[in-house]
């Protein structure tokens, strides 16, 4: 057992090392799949009795911003550091609010009963070639400006008492991902079978764009980073998006070359986390094959994705930063007794040897009871000790 006091920052590292600590590390609100969606926010600050005006921090998703007091009350081990990038334009019309990202892609949630937004209108849709890839107009590289705002967070945390465990994100999705927004979905599983020399094009254009940004934010302030986040959501609820052997070929090549080059541009040593949803079991040894060190968010709801299995099969190798509790059903529709119970199982199956961050599998959705979420921390403080 750990006798000494240990700080966030410190907990975190020993369970990225496959120690135990003195207890789970737990996050909350570090990145764009292990937050609370604003309506959710709202409902358990309400429960707690705190009044608050609710910031936004992720306009597709509904991310609510997670304030310092509530992190510390709740004991969050981690930090989450992410350039702000402009939404763009703004509209609405009389049932749907729109807004416009920075790469172009167009998303709308209705008014009546919408909870977040959905991809619209896919710029690259159709027939294109290679040249109307080159005009598209990128977003902008990670600025000054923005540097700068990251700098100023990284000060306050690390003079805190008890410093956090810092992870960046650099650029929300993938190069796997934003082929999908920005062609539409059709189109670019089409790519992929009858025209894999666009996909490759457009996947190689992204893969450029996000390693200079890595490389500006890793050389500004990769010196207080212990984790960075990249995604590539590759599964559904029965397995892959593509088959293993498409993976293998076109997306792995790719991963490899952009986490290699990450370490190499890192002033010192960090761990890579790579969120994917689904089911992705038949490609996790390719995962850790590339250099991924943590893997989120473990969908214990889908296909393959047994806590226990995993653990037994890739705990040696991989960090499981997710897979708390199960945010498919039992988070949104189970008792407080329910969710107790998925919790000391998920503990149970992850957390011996270290190698496990506490989060849900994914964000808490606007509908999750307060008395659920409550429920799962309590859960968390009583077994989650070493």
Known sequence: MIKTYLSSEQRVKMALEHREPDRIPFDIGSTSATGITAGAYKNLLSYMGVKKDIKIIDMMQQLAYLDEDFLEKFKVDTRGLSPNLPSGAREEDENYLYFTDSWGIKYRMPKKGGYYY?????????????????????????????????KEKIEQWKNKNNP??????????????????????????????SNPSLACYLMDKILEYKM???????????????????????GVQNGTMISPEMYRKYVKPREKKLFTFIRKTSPKKIYIAYHTCGSVYDIIPDLIEVGVDILNPVQVSAAKMDTKKLKKEFGKDLTFWGGGVDTQHILPYGTPRQVKEEVKRRIEDLAPGGGFVFTPVHNIQAGVPPENIIAMWETLQDYGRY
């Open 164 to 193: 956090p465990a810092l992870v960046l994100e650099a650029t929300g999705g993938g190069f796997f991902e934003y082929p999908f927004w920005l062609r539409g979905f059709e189109n670019f599983y089409m790519d992929l079978v």
């Open 118 to 150: 959905d991809i619209w209108q896919s710029p690259l849709k159709g027939e294109i070639e290679k040249n109307d890839i080159d005009r598209y107009p990128w977003p902008d590289l990670i600025n000054l400006t923005q540097v700068e705002e990251l």
């Open 212 to 234: 200079r940004c890595w490389e500006i934010l890793l050389k500004a302030i990769g010196e207080y980073i212990l984790v960075v986040w990249e995604s590539n959501d590759l």
